[in-house]
């Protein structure tokens, strides 16, 4: 019902910037995506929250990445985007974009398809 489509990632040395940029495309209109968000997960590890912000509020960040990295969200296009500066080599892992999406009744989180930022050690 909500396709998340990914863009960004990739290769950067320690201490650069990456974006990387969601869209939720819905299914079906009458779904609202209420909050949209990024987790990281390194393999053989949980994924982790990175970023998250809902419609209408404040952004929620992880400790590890507060005052490096910026979500910005444009509700009104169901777009987000992550800015990633002063990457560390511990950061390597996939991206993974998140929505939580429904209507008044029912609510269900989704996920994109997950990009690689690699930041060499």
């Known amino acids: 019902q909500v396709q998340l489509v990914v863009s960004g990632g990739g290769l950067v040395q320690a201490g650069g910037s990456l974006r990387l940029s969601c869209i939720a495309v819905?299914?079906?209109?009458?779904?609202?995506?209420?909050?949209m968000g990024w987790y990281l997960q390194v393999p053989g590890q949980q994924r982790e929250l990175v970023a998250e912000?809902?419609?209408?509020?404040?952004?929620n960040y992880a400790d590890s990445v507060m005052g490096r990295f910026t979500i910005s969200s444009v509700s009104a296009k169901n777009r987000v985007s992550l800015k990633m500066n002063s990457l560390r080599p511990e950061e390597s892992a996939i991206y993974y974009c998140?929505?939580?999406?429904?209507?008044?009744?029912?609510?269900?989180?989704?996920w994109g398809q997950g990009t690689q930022v690699t930041v060499p050690s």
């Open positions: 819905r299914r079906i209109f009458s779904i609202n995506i209420n909050a």
């Open positions: 912000v809902s419609r209408g509020g404040e952004p």
């Open positions: 998140t929505a939580k999406a429904g209507t008044a009744n029912t609510i269900a989180d989704y």
